[in-house]
């Protein structure tokens, strides 16, 4: 069996991973099970767009969704067994759609994508069908191929970020509606090319949205961030690691390990966690441990206790920690036990993590020290006075924005050096795990301001967005371009597409975009995005630097 994959920015060779496995892990068989259930979803939303239309409810179909878009990102989702109960899901749900439609004597009409009269449920034509699709997108031409796979990959760091708003009872149905009829718009060869970019940038508009409402959910719940230092050492107890981007299973855990002498410690994604007003009543809640995700394999070992991975990105489990590490929510992988969502909303049971803690060692110190962090939009904004004054006095003479994903490539030691080659009076503002590429350098402050700000997870682009357009208005300027800040940004997933979108949207110019450019951009797409928005490759450190400095 082979596959064809070129989602993240490991894309093999710049081209796509073929073969038998992806650079991710991903084995062909889940990538190919993987695609089908994208394309099947098409069908889902082509049949749920007449039954809404008919008055029948959808609700289910908009859940479905959500699970399958954020499924399929790249290294939530290893099992092949997950794969094939979504796909089998979808078509049940499809089918019963089509059913009360008939019950109302609705015609689907004709014409109709092969997903939607496709039927067949058996599990050896699923994988039959699995292997036809093998990873390509459908599309008259390289160039609508490219711009469906903006927006396809868009919707898939929207539902993830849509699903943790979901998870605190926060739900966008305007989201919803646009995601339903985006995948129905990826299946219609009538659209114009002009039409797929308006498709592009309205996919960008609703990624503001969710991004938006993911934060108001966060602060609601958790309180607004503030600036907390966190402790990157370890203590005497036994612990337990979360990873992933969560937050209510990261109050479940807290709460449910209250008195059990034992220790919770964040990784990653998980590491803003700490700056949560409502997580710092936790004295167990000690600090954070590791760094990007990509490192899992030798800090999950040396941590000891139990991990539970909340969502992306978990990457090909050792044997060395595989008796200890859990997933939930959309997370799987072969072997590891998954921990379901409690019964009737209520909380999920970590009971049987934190009996396998209670027996571990304590975590092995692999670093000491303490990492300041909390400079989401509300702090930063109750700063302004300061950050101003610093601007006006010229004290501060740039901004930074070096958010985004991290990863394994060593071309991504470029971030680490342009944060070393920034000139003394330059403050990096950053989110998401990009940031462990400097936050841990000795870059010092400029009047008491960190020349590091991070503003959190990847979602807190937002934040970084909103400080902006804010900035925009104190320095009373008309285009957000003008203001003193350039965008070195790193990406991986398809979570960082959505972010980039939203940069787009919100009219953000001049963006400089690595390790490498998307592999699904097509030469004519590509040339749009230089020509519209000014996205360039990274290039020489040095070079770069001055180019930045120079409003280049």
């Known amino acids: 069996m082979s596959m064809f994959c070129y989602q993240c920015q490991e894309a093999s060779k710049g081209i796509g991973c073929s073969g038998s496995m992806g650079v991710c892990g991903i084995p062909a068989d889940v990538s190919n099970m993987q695609d089908l259930a994208i394309y099947i979803l098409k069908g889902v939303a082509i049949v749920s767009t007449k039954a809404k239309e008919a008055g029948i409810d959808v609700s289910t179909a908009k859940t479905y969704m959500t699970e399958v878009l954020f499924t399929t990102i790249t290294n939530v989702n290893f099992s092949i067994e997950d794969c094939k109960t979504v796909v089998k899901k979808g078509l049940k749900l499809r089918d019963e759609l089509i059913s009360q439609l008939a019950d109302k004597g609705v015609e689907l009409g004709n014409n109709l994508h092969d997903s939607v009269t496709w039927f067949s449920s058996d599990e050896a034509e699923l994988i039959k069908k699995s292997e036809e699709i093998e990873g390509k997108i459908d599309a008259p031409n390289e160039d609508v191929r490219s711009l469906r796979a903006l927006v396809l990959y868009g919707l898939k760091g929207m539902a993830a970020y849509h699903h943790h708003a979901i998870n605190l009872g926060t739900v966008n149905d305007e989201v919803h509606d646009f995601t339903q009829r985006a995948l129905v718009a990826l299946t219609n060869d009538e659209l114009t090319v002009e039409e797929n970019i308006a498709l592009v940038m309205e996919t960008g508009k609703y990624s503001v949205d969710v991004m938006a409402l993911l934060d108001k959910a966060n602060t609601d719940a958790y309180g607004n961030p503030e600036i907390t230092e966190v402790n990157i050492g370890v203590g005497k107890n036994p612990g337990i690691l979360i990873s992933g981007h969560d937050l209510k299973d990261m109050e479940y855990l807290l709460e449910q390990t209250v008195g059990t002498g034992v220790d919770v410690y964040t990784h990653s994604e998980m590491l803003p966690a700490h700056y949560y007003p409502k997580f710092k009543k936790y004295d167990h809640f000690v600090g954070n441990y590791g760094n990007a995700w990509w490192k899992q394999d030798k800090e999950f070992a040396s941590f000891n206790g139990p991990i539970i991975m909340t969502t992306n990105c978990i990457v090909p489990v050792k044997d060395s920690y595989k008796d200890r590490i859990f997933t939930t929510d959309a997370v799987g992988y072969p072997g590891v036990k998954h921990i379901p969502d409690g019964e009737n ?138 203001l003193p800040i350039s965008y070195d940004i790193a990406w991986y997933e398809q979570k960082a597409v959505t972010v980039l979108l939203a940069l787009l949207f919100l009219g953000v110019k001049g963006i400089r975009l690595g390790p490498t450019l998307p592999a699904f951009l097509s030469p004519n797409v590509a040339k749009v995005l230089v020509e519209n928005f000014g996205i360039k490759a990274i290039g020489d450190v040095k070079e770069d630097v001055e180019a930045m400095m120079n409003a280049q």
């Not at 990492?371 to 601007?391: E, P, R, S, T, Y």
């Not at 006006?392 to 990863?407: N, Y």
């Open 345 to 482: 909303g209520a909380a999920k049971d970590f009971s049987e993590v934190i009996e396998i803690a209670k027996n571990c060692e304590a975590p092995i110190e692999i670093e000491t020290g303490k990492i300041v962090g909390g400079f989401a939009h509300n702090q930063v904004m109750a700063l302004a006075d300061k950050v101003v004054g610093a601007v006006k006095t010229g004290a501060v003479k740039r901004f930074v924005v070096m958010a985004g994903c991290d990863g394994r490539q060593n071309g991504r030691n470029y971030f680490t050096e342009v944060a070393q080659e920034l000139p003394k009076d330059t403050v990096i503002l950053t989110a998401g795990c990009a940031k462990y590429r400097y936050n841990k350098l000795e870059l010092g402050d400029i009047g008491g301001i960190p020349r590091v700000l991070d503003a959190g997870q990847c979602n807190d682009s937002y934040s970084l967005a909103v400080i902006a357009l804010k900035l925009k208005e104190v320095f009373g300027l008309e285009d957000i371009n003008d």
